[in-house]
Protein backbone atom coordinates (compact mmCIF):
# COMPACT_ATOMS: atom_id res chain seq x y z
CA UNK A 1 0.00 0.00 0.00
CA UNK A 2 1.16 3.43 -1.38
CA UNK A 3 -0.52 6.50 0.43
CA UNK A 4 -0.05 9.64 -1.66
CA UNK A 5 -0.45 13.40 -0.42
CA UNK A 6 -0.32 16.11 -2.64
CA UNK A 7 0.89 19.65 -2.05
CA UNK A 8 1.62 22.92 -3.05
CA UNK A 9 -1.86 24.03 -4.87
CA UNK A 10 -3.26 27.62 -4.67
CA UNK A 11 -3.62 30.68 -6.61
CA UNK A 12 -1.71 31.94 -9.43
CA UNK A 13 -1.69 34.73 -12.07
CA UNK A 14 -1.45 33.94 -15.61
CA UNK A 15 2.64 33.66 -16.61
CA UNK A 16 3.01 32.90 -12.98
CA UNK A 17 4.74 29.60 -11.71
CA UNK A 18 3.77 26.78 -8.87
CA UNK A 19 5.57 23.81 -8.12
CA UNK A 20 3.38 20.74 -6.56
CA UNK A 21 4.80 18.14 -4.41
CA UNK A 22 3.79 14.47 -3.93
CA UNK A 23 4.35 12.69 -0.78
CA UNK A 24 4.73 9.13 -0.62
CA UNK A 25 4.58 7.30 2.61
CA UNK A 26 6.61 4.59 2.20
CA UNK A 27 9.37 3.99 -0.33
CA UNK A 28 7.67 3.25 -3.96
CA UNK A 29 9.84 0.33 -5.24
CA UNK A 30 12.01 0.64 -8.63
CA UNK A 31 9.81 -0.63 -10.41
CA UNK A 32 7.01 2.05 -9.99
CA UNK A 33 5.84 4.61 -12.45
CA UNK A 34 4.69 8.17 -10.59
CA UNK A 35 2.34 10.38 -12.70
CA UNK A 36 0.50 13.55 -12.67
CA UNK A 37 -3.22 13.80 -13.70
CA UNK A 38 -5.67 17.01 -13.61
CA UNK A 39 -9.41 17.54 -13.75
CA UNK A 40 -10.72 20.44 -15.09
CA UNK A 41 -13.95 22.03 -13.72
CA UNK A 42 -16.72 19.54 -16.11
CA UNK A 43 -13.72 17.68 -17.74
CA UNK A 44 -12.71 14.60 -17.55
CA UNK A 45 -9.27 13.71 -15.71
CA UNK A 46 -6.38 13.87 -18.52
CA UNK A 47 -2.40 12.52 -18.50
CA UNK A 48 -0.69 15.46 -17.30
CA UNK A 49 3.19 13.86 -17.16
CA UNK A 50 4.59 10.82 -15.87
CA UNK A 51 8.40 9.77 -14.61
CA UNK A 52 9.91 6.50 -13.59
CA UNK A 53 10.98 6.16 -10.77
CA UNK A 54 14.19 4.49 -11.27
CA UNK A 55 15.33 6.10 -14.50
CA UNK A 56 14.29 9.37 -13.92
CA UNK A 57 12.67 9.68 -17.41
CA UNK A 58 9.65 11.50 -17.99
CA UNK A 59 6.92 11.53 -20.71
CA UNK A 60 4.49 14.63 -20.70
CA UNK A 61 1.61 15.99 -22.15
CA UNK A 62 1.75 17.93 -25.47
CA UNK A 63 -0.53 20.94 -23.92
CA UNK A 64 1.95 21.03 -20.83
CA UNK A 65 5.36 19.83 -22.58
CA UNK A 66 8.51 22.66 -22.38
CA UNK A 67 6.13 24.54 -19.68
CA UNK A 68 6.07 21.97 -16.95
CA UNK A 69 8.82 19.55 -15.27
CA UNK A 70 8.15 16.93 -13.70
CA UNK A 71 11.29 14.97 -10.63
CA UNK A 72 11.72 12.80 -7.97
CA UNK A 73 13.58 13.07 -4.86
CA UNK A 74 14.15 9.47 -4.03
CA UNK A 75 15.92 10.62 -0.21
CA UNK A 76 12.31 12.24 0.66
CA UNK A 77 10.11 10.00 -1.10
CA UNK A 78 8.57 12.52 -2.91
CA UNK A 79 7.84 13.51 -6.47
CA UNK A 80 7.43 17.19 -7.68
CA UNK A 81 5.54 18.79 -10.68
CA UNK A 82 7.08 22.14 -11.52
CA UNK A 83 4.75 24.11 -13.56
CA UNK A 84 5.99 27.60 -15.81
CA UNK A 85 4.19 29.79 -17.68
CA UNK A 86 0.80 28.99 -16.09
CA UNK A 87 -2.22 29.35 -18.42
CA UNK A 88 -5.79 30.00 -17.66
CA UNK A 89 -6.53 26.98 -18.82
CA UNK A 90 -4.26 24.75 -16.37
CA UNK A 91 -7.24 25.22 -13.68
CA UNK A 92 -7.82 21.94 -12.46
CA UNK A 93 -7.62 19.59 -9.47
CA UNK A 94 -4.13 17.82 -10.05
CA UNK A 95 -3.82 14.31 -8.51
CA UNK A 96 0.01 12.00 -8.47
CA UNK A 97 -0.20 8.67 -9.07
CA UNK A 98 1.52 5.46 -8.86
CA UNK A 99 1.42 2.01 -10.31
CA UNK A 100 4.06 -0.60 -10.72
CA UNK A 101 4.90 -0.43 -14.22
CA UNK A 102 7.88 -0.80 -16.32
CA UNK A 103 7.26 1.71 -18.99
CA UNK A 104 5.48 5.00 -18.37
CA UNK A 105 1.88 4.89 -18.77
CA UNK A 106 -0.58 7.53 -19.67
CA UNK A 107 -4.00 6.32 -19.03
CA UNK A 108 -5.37 6.25 -15.39
CA UNK A 109 -4.91 2.62 -14.85
CA UNK A 110 -3.09 3.76 -12.10
CA UNK A 111 -3.33 1.41 -8.32
CA UNK A 112 -2.67 4.48 -6.01
CA UNK A 113 -4.08 7.79 -5.91
CA UNK A 114 -3.45 11.17 -4.06
CA UNK A 115 -6.64 13.26 -2.97
CA UNK A 116 -5.71 15.86 -5.24
CA UNK A 117 -5.06 19.65 -4.97
CA UNK A 118 -6.25 22.40 -6.64
CA UNK A 119 -4.55 24.87 -8.85
CA UNK A 120 -5.95 27.99 -10.05
CA UNK A 121 -4.65 30.16 -12.38
CA UNK A 122 -6.27 33.87 -13.05
CA UNK A 123 -6.24 35.58 -16.13
Known amino acids: QVLLVEFGGGLVQAGGSLRLSCAAS????????MAWFRQAPGKGREFVAA????????YYANSVKDRFTTSRDSAKNTVFLQKNSLKPEDTAVYYCAARRSLVLVTTQKYDYWGQGTQVTVSS
Open 51 to 58: ISWSTGSA
Open 26 to 33: ARPFCSYV
